[in-house]
C-alpha cells in the first residue's frame, strides 16, 4: 500500500480510480464497508482503490478542548487500511487553512483535481468543507458537475444503531471489551514498547511486560485476558497474557501502566515493541490487604484467563 503525503502527491495515481473519504478512526466495521465499497469500484473500474483520510484528526484543529482520544494512532490506523487490502492512502494535512477551505473548492481541487477520482465512497453522515456545508446530498451535485459519481454508505449497524467511532470509543472507556470487538470487527489493541518497571511482577511469581503505550486511549482500568504479537522485526511473540492497566494501588502507586504477563513463557521483551488485544475484562482494579491476597487473585486472573483465551480468538 503507497501512503501519500497531501493531495499533490497523488498525482502519481492513475486516474479514475475510487476513493473512500473520511476520518477512519478505529477503522471500525463501518470504515471497513467504505473501504470494501471502494475497492469493489475499483476494481469494476479497473482503477486504484484510494482512502483519502487527514491527520491530525480534525477535532484537533476544530476544537481541541473538546477533542476525544484517537482510538488509533496513525501509525497502527495505516496498518490496518493496509491490511483491507486498499491500494494507497492519502494523508491529508488538516489544519486551520484547510478548514476554512469551501466544500465546492475542496472537491475541484482534491477529489476532482488531484485524485481524478470517477467514484467517491463516504458514510451517510461524514460533513467536510468550510463550515461543514459538504453533505453527502452537496457531493452528488458537485460529483455530477466534475464527473464522477458518489456512492453514500448507510450506517452499518450493531444493536439497531450504527457503528461509530465515538461508539467504540465508549465501549472501550467501560471496559467493554465484547462490545468493542463487536464494533471494531477484531479485538481494541494498543501498541507500545517495552520499558523497565519496578519489577514487582517478578517477585511475586508473575514476570510482567511494563508498556510504554503509544496511545491516547486505553481501556478502563482494570485486568484483562489478552493475545499480544511483536510489531516489526524480531522473533514472534503471539502468546496469550494477562494484561493490567491501573495505578497499581496496593503499592501505593498513581501514574497508569500497562503490564503485560505472558502466560507459560518468561522472554526478554525489553525494547520491544508489542501489540496487545484486550480480549475480555477479567475484573476492576483493586487495591489488596497485602502481597500474600494480591497473589493469590493474580493466579486466579491467570487460571480465568487461560479458560477465556482457550477457545477460538473473540
Known amino acids: 500500500m503507497l501512503v501519500l503525503n497531501g493531495p499533490a502527491a497523488a498525482s502519481s495515481l492513475p486516474a479514475g480510480g475510487a ?16 473501504v470494501r465499497r471502494a475497492r469493489a469500484h475499483a476494481a469494476r473500474l479497473g482503477g486504484p482503490s484510494i482512502v483519502l483520510t487527514f491527520d491530525p484528526h480534525p477535532s484537533r484543529v476544530l476544537a481541541p478542548a473538546r477533542a476525544p482520544p484517537l482510538i488509533l494512532p496513525t501509525p497502527h490506523r495505516l496498518d490496518l487500511l493496509a491490511g483491507l487490502g486498499v491500494d494507497a492512502v492519502v494523508l491529508v494535512p488538516f489544519t486551520a487553512e484547510l478548514a476554512r477551505v469551501p466544500a465546492d473548492a475542496f472537491v475541484r481541487d ?19 468543507g468550510h463550515g461543514r456545508a459538504g453533505t453527502p446530498a452537496l457531493l452528488h451535485t458537485l460529483g455530477a458537475a466534475h464527473g464522477f459519481t458518489v456512492d453514500v454508505v448507510d450506517g452499518v449497524l450493531e444493536g439497531g444503531e450504527p457503528i461509530s467511532s465515538t461508539r467504540a470509543r465508549l465501549a472501550i472507556q467501560q471496559g467493554d471489551m465484547a462490545a468493542a470487538t463487536r464494533l471494531l470487527g477484531r479485538p481494541f489493541a494498543v501498541r507500545g514498547t517495552v520499558v523497565h518497571g519496578h519489577h514487582r511482577g517478578r517477585t511475586l511469581g508473575f514476570p510482567t511486560a511494563n508498556l510504554a503505550a503509544h496511545v491516547e486511549l486505553l481501556p478502563a482500568l482494570g485486568v484483562y485476558a489478552a493475545r499480544v504479537d511483536a510489531v516489526g522485526g524480531g522473533p514472534p511473540v503471539a502468546h496469550p497474557a494477562v494484561v493490567n492497566v491501573g495505578t497499581a494501588p496496593t503499592f501505593g502507586g498513581s501514574l497508569v501502566t500497562v503490564e503485560v504477563h505472558l502466560l507459560d513463557a518468561d522472554t526478554d521483551l525489553y525494547g520491544r515493541e508489542l501489540e496487545v488485544a484486550f480480549v475480555h475484562r477479567l475484573r476492576p482494579e483493586q487495591r489488596f490487604d497485602g502481597i500474600d491476597a494480591l497473589r493469590g487473585q493474580i493466579q486466579a486472573d491467570v487460571t480465568e484467563a487461560r479458560r477465556l483465551l482457550a477457545g477460538p480468538p473473540a
Do not use: I, Y
Not at 476513493?19 to 467504505?34: I, P, S, T, W
Not at 482534491?110 to 467536510?128: D, E, I
Open 19 to 34: 476513493v473512500a473519504l473520511g476520518n477512519f478512526d478505529g477503522v471500525h466495521r463501518g470504515h471497513q464497508e467504505l
Open 110 to 128: 482534491v477529489l476532482a483535481g488531484a485524485l481524478r477520482a470517477a467514484v467517491v465512497v463516504v458514510g451517510f453522515n461524514f460533513t467536510f
